[in-house]
């Protein structure tokens, strides 16, 4: 059982825009920073810029940074909106084709697993996973 | 975020062979009540052996029971045998390679919620799914 690393990286931006409060970050520096494909940082940006967890600046000097404070980024509502499904077994979708899906019990037992799973990210915020520059191998705060 | 196919074949096997307990399952009449290939049921199978869930009896008129009573087998260790990992982000895996590992709080977060998820099948074991004949299409028991 994994995450999907889209879901992975798209924590790891968030922390480091966190971290940048209140400044602009950029795609070239993050893609830099986690040794992750430019491209591919690219589409998790924008998944979160439309989940509206991000805010994107246009122009020159542009880039992108939080919408919101980190304490009101919870990291259930981060994952919802970058897994692209939570269908943990076949009966979950609703393509599923298992013969037992009527009248078994998995589904039940599987979304009731899904849902404390879901209930502890819920439980924390954006704010609970805040660093300081050095974590990121980066210069002191002056 | 999904379980593995194979463990969700798992569990469908062990709902079959807990429905039919006291006789014998070939991989032969399971594979074509799923649909599924026989040799990706034979490596589900061979796993389910290997930890005990299943047992072989070899010969002619041989196949495969249940090795402990269904109250026995409790979902929670099915899972953990038939998952190959549970590294739901990169810092989950003893070579992940994220630079903020040693001071991120994320590991304890996910770690947490992949216990309380794994609880709810410690809750639950396979005689919660049992069913009848007649949910796998089969004629009712005599």
Redesign the interface.
């Known amino acids: 059982?994994?995450?999907?690393?889209f879901?992975?990286f798209a924590?790891?931006i968030l922390?480091y825009a966190a971290m940048r409060e209140g400044r602009l970050i950029t795609i070239e520096e993050t893609a830099a920073?986690?040794?992750i494909s430019r491209a591919h940082l690219m589409k998790v940006t924008n998944q979160l810029t439309r989940h509206g967890f991000l805010r994107s600046v246009r122009g020159r000097s542009g880039g992108l940074m939080l919408a919101r404070a980190p304490a009101q980024i919870g990291?259930g509502d981060v994952?919802r909106a970058t897994?692209p499904?939570?269908?943990?077994?076949?009966c979950s979708s609703p393509d599923g084709?298992?013969?037992?899906t009527?009248?078994?019990?998995?589904k039940g037992?599987?979304g009731?697993?899904?849902a404390?799973?879901?209930?502890?990210?819920d439980r924390?915020s954006l704010a609970?996973?805040i660093?300081?520059p050095e974590?990121?191998?980066l210069a002191p705060a002056a």
Request: aromatic share 10%.
């Open positions: 059982m994994r995450l999907t690393q879901s992975d924590l790891r922390m920073l986690y040794d990291l994952i897994e499904d939570f269908a943990m077994v076949e084709r298992c013969l037992l009527p009248r078994c019990r998995l037992i599987v009731e697993a899904l404390a799973f879901l209930a502890v990210f924390h609970d996973l660093l300081r974590d990121f191998g």
